[in-house]
């Protein structure tokens, strides 16, 4: 899977602790193997974003995303429940 990073995604991603930047890491790569991996808890949003979908890092933190094509998505943002705003 191919994932492209935007530039808000990757000013985010700077600012995040070191932990949570550890434990990204490791569910993207989760995530590149199967976007719906009941672990990631994947979920489409809704009003204003509906054409977003997100998944978690922990119960505080989760990337939002978009689905390119099959084999490639966008990651937007990544953050806590702030992200949606």
Do not use: C
């Not at 193997?33 to 974003?49: E, Q, S, V």
């Amino acid at each position: 899977m191919v994932i492209d990073y935007s530039l808000k995604f990757l000013k985010q991603f700077k600012k995040l602790p070191k932990d949570v930047k550890m434990k990204a890491l490791a569910i993207e790569t989760i995530f590149r193997n199967n976007p719906f991996d009941l672990r990631l808890k994947t979920h489409k949003l809704h009003g204003a974003m509906k054409d977003y979908w997100a998944f978690s890092i922990s119960y505080y933190y989760r990337i939002g995303f978009t689905f390119v094509d099959s084999g490639h998505v966008r990651f937007h943002a990544v953050g806590t429940h702030d992200i949606y705003k």
